[in-house]
């Protein structure tokens, strides 16, 4: 039986790869799941009843990444030595693109960001980055782009329809205006140098200014202060996409759930120190959100942005715009299934088909 490893080290992995692994299972197809534990990575895996092999958790700080890395590699190398996959596959993981090369094992890496140190470390290594056409970084000859964006592996019609039972588990009444407000860690790698946090103060107001035209629930990696305690999501992660479906603006630090909103027909409005690609795309071309970012990074304007948006209760052009944008990119759960199943026959034609995603389109 072939055997395929799949390795999480977000939340939003596990929902990446969920559906893969349910198609892969019903062929008869062993996965493997790797997890570095990180937010509610482990509540998500149990609840989806995915087994996983944990070598590792997040690691805060210079020297504690470098210990890290070392101990993690070693771990990883035990469960690819136990398992013996043909395929790994991860979303800009550089641990498994290294023990995969290492290894002997086929390895694609899923690219939506092109953070230059995460991708310096991977790219040698890996087999074939596959990316959207959302992100514009040009990372050389092993990148295939293709039409569409990483979270439509979960979100796409095909396999998301919003529970309306949320409203109720929210005491939301179907049409109130309420707003997801999400803050994070920036503990990840490639935000080593950069910590730049909203403070607490600012987190406070933040809070305090958007209570003024819609309930608020906050979702957060790191503690809330005290004051905003009350307001924290009170539901399991596994039901914040209905919530982000429902809801009349996503506002905050994730670029992930800015592009989950933008996709459900949310407004967002992402406020962080670097420009994200792909929502500048969201913006720029598809007026799906806001940016206030790089050298627009400016908490006072994102949030005028925000209550400005709140006020205009245009819900329904956002979502028009969403399903055009859905109508333009592939199935990428199938795409994957495919790659995984025809290999290595497939992996040619990615390279050599200039129609080949024709197929996954719907």
């Known amino acids: 039986m072939k055997t395929i490893l799949i390795d999480i080290g977000h939340p939003a992995h596990v929902h990446i790869f969920r559906n893969l692994s349910k198609l892969l299972d019903e062929n008869n197809i062993k996965i493997v799941f790797s997890v570095r534990t990180k937010d509610n990575v482990k509540e998500l895996l149990d609840h989806y009843g995915i087994e996983y092999w944990n070598y590792g958790h997040e690691n805060i700080g210079l020297f504690s990444k470098v210990f890290g890395w070392v101990f993690k590699l070693n771990q990883l190398s035990k469960i690819v030595r136990n398992n013996r996959p043909v395929i790994s596959i991860s979303n800009s993981s550089f641990y498994l693109a290294q023990i995969s090369r290492l290894k002997k094992v086929y390895n694609i890496t899923l690219e939506d960001t092109g953070n230059s140190d995460q991708v310096l470390l991977y790219k040698s290594f890996t087999n074939l980055i596959l990316s959207p056409s959302l992100l514009f970084k040009n990372l050389g000859g092993k990148q295939i782009k293709y039409p569409g964006i990483d979270e439509l592996a979960y979100l796409h019609p095909k396999y998301f329809t919003p529970a309306n039972s949320v409203l109720r588990r929210l005491n939301i009444t179907h049409g109130e205006i309420f707003t997801i407000i999400r803050f994070v860690s920036h503990h990840s790698s490639h935000e080593l140098y950069h ?94 959100g806001f940016n206030f970012t790089g050298k627009d990074y400016n908490t006072d304007s994102a949030l005028s942005k925000a209550c400005e948006i709140l006020e205009e209760k245009s819900k329904t052009l956002y979502t028009e715009r969403a399903n055009k944008f859905i109508s333009e990119s592939i199935d990428v759960t199938a795409l994957l299934f495919w790659l995984i199943t025809n290999y290595p026959q497939s992996i040619n034609r990615l390279k050599t088909d200039p129609k080949v995603f024709d197929q996954f389109y719907n």
């Open 195 to 288: 910590n730049d946090s909203i403070s607490d103060n600012d987190k406070i107001r933040i809070v305090e200014k958007i209570l003024k035209y819609s309930k608020v629930f906050i979702s957060s990696e790191l503690s809330l202060p005290k004051e905003l305690t009350k307001y924290k999501y009170p539901l399991p992660p596994e039901t914040i996409h209905d919530a982000i479906s429902f809801a009349s603006l996503v506002f905050g630090e994730s670029s992930t759930m800015s592009s989950e909103a933008a996709i459900l027909g949310t407004p967002f409005v992402f406020l962080y120190p670097k420009s994200i690609d792909y929502t500048d795309s969201f913006e720029n071309d598809y007026h799906l």
